[in-house]
């Protein structure tokens, strides 16, 4: 079973790859938050250091484009090819409304005579330098019917994989999963398949796999495994072919070392400190999930202005769940 840690933007940093894949990994591929490439500058220095093959050792790293226009696409592919990126994710799911206006991610599906003569360019250059392009999909900007169409344009070209996200444009992240357009996916789609959406759980991806009848495979997790960073390893011991009957139980002594990393970390390339705190706090927004009856000391540590107000309520927190488990 393979499993891809879905880019999310100011969370999934390299700061934050690195921790967990030291800690936690099980992870085949991560996929790096987009880069946004413009007129004679395919990545930033803040793009360009993230995606750095030196600060992402022994990680197998997908860099993200967003972009609408072939030639940005391609001045940035040329430019993580010098890197040593033989594979590149195509962004077609940003929801963002700065982003959709500007006729990108989500926004590229509504123009779709557009969108096949973009992937005719990219696809020819990658033809020519034998580089991977995989897709990350939404099924339509407003409607989900306009998946049919996006299909057949998607089956004209070689993708390495096509990962879809079940919903429009205009249900961002929430809603129920629209559950059949992926099944059409799964019998349309002339490339790999992957799936992203809202497991959170064991118990989410056994539900997911019965509604469309296989064990999903690849699957690309996002807010469910920053929430819960065992969630991998639990898939993973519960479904693969040589899966130990061992259960695995969230590891809050591993998350306590994961915390500590990310916080010592970040205070090395952050400041002021309340900008550490931010990072931290937009962290414990997926964490609290794992904190059952702790919704006082969380809301609490979410206000703390100063690490020693932080750190008065982390730890103790911490502590405790380590000492029931
Ligand atoms: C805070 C945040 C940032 C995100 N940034 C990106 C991004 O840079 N590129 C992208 O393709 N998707 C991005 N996404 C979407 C996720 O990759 C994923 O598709 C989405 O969260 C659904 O999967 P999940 O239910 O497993 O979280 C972002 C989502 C969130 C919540």
């Known amino acids: 079973m393979k499993i891809y840690f879905a880019p999310l933007e100011g969370v999934t940093t390299y700061i934050f790859r690195n921790a967990f894949s030291e800690i936690y990994g099980h992870v085949d591929?991560?996929?790096?938050?987009f880069i946004s490439p413009a007129e004679n500058c395919p990545l930033t220095p803040r793009e360009r250091k993230?995606?750095?093959?030196?600060?992402?050792?022994?990680?197998?790293l997908v860099p993200q484009i967003l972009?609408?226009?072939?030639?940005?696409?391609?001045?940035?592919?040329?430019?993580?090819?010098?890197?040593?990126?033989?594979?590149?994710?195509?962004n077609l799911g940003c929801p963002s409304g700065t982003v959709c206006a500007k006729g990108k991610g989500a926004g590229f599906l509504q123009d779709r005579s557009s969108l096949q003569s973009f992937l005719d360019d990219i696809y020819s250059y990658a033809e020519s330098c034998g580089m991977k392009i995989s897709v990350k999909?939404?099924?339509?900007?407003?409607?989900?019917?306009?998946?049919?169409?996006?299909?057949?344009?998607?089956?004209?070209?070689?993708?390495?994989e096509l990962i879809v996200h079940p919903r429009i444009r205009t249900d961002f992240y929430k809603?129920?999963?629209?559950?059949?357009?992926?099944?059409?996916?799964l019998e349309n789609a002339k490339c790999p398949l992957v799936y992203n959406g809202n497991i959170y759980s064991t118990q989410d991806y056994e539900n997911f796999s019965r509604s469309f009848g296989i064990h999903l495979d690849p699957i690309m997790l996002g807010r469910g495994l920053v929430s819960d960073p065992d969630l991998a390893e639990k898939l993973k011991s519960t479904?693969?072919?040589?899966?130990?009957?061992?259960?695995?139980?969230?590891?809050?002594?591993?998350?306590?070392?994961?915390?500590d990393t990310l916080y010592h970390q970040y205070q090395k390339v952050l400041s002021p400190d309340i900008n550490v705190l931010h990072k931290m706090r937009e962290l414990w927004t997926y964490w609290q999930m794992l904190f059952d009856g702790k919704e006082r000391d969380i809301k609490h540590l979410m206000k703390a202005k100063k690490y020693e107000d932080y750190e008065a309520i982390v730890y103790p927190l911490l502590q405790a769940e380590e000492r029931s488990t």
């Open 175 to 185: 809603g129920d999963i629209r559950k059949e357009y992926f099944a059409y996916a």
């Open 239 to 259: 479904f693969e072919k040589e899966a130990s009957s061992l259960t695995i139980e969230t590891d809050f002594l591993k998350l306590r070392k994961f915390h």
């Open 50 to 60: 993230d995606i750095a093959p030196e600060n992402n050792i022994g990680i197998y």
């Open 29 to 33: 591929k991560y996929f790096a938050p």
């Open 67 to 90: 972009t609408c226009r072939s030639e940005h696409f391609i001045d940035a592919a040329k430019e993580l090819s010098s890197m040593g990126y033989s594979e590149i994710n195509l």
């Open 137 to 160: 999909t939404r099924l339509g900007y407003r409607e989900p019917e306009e998946f049919y169409e996006l299909m057949e344009i998607f089956n004209l070209f070689p993708l390495s």
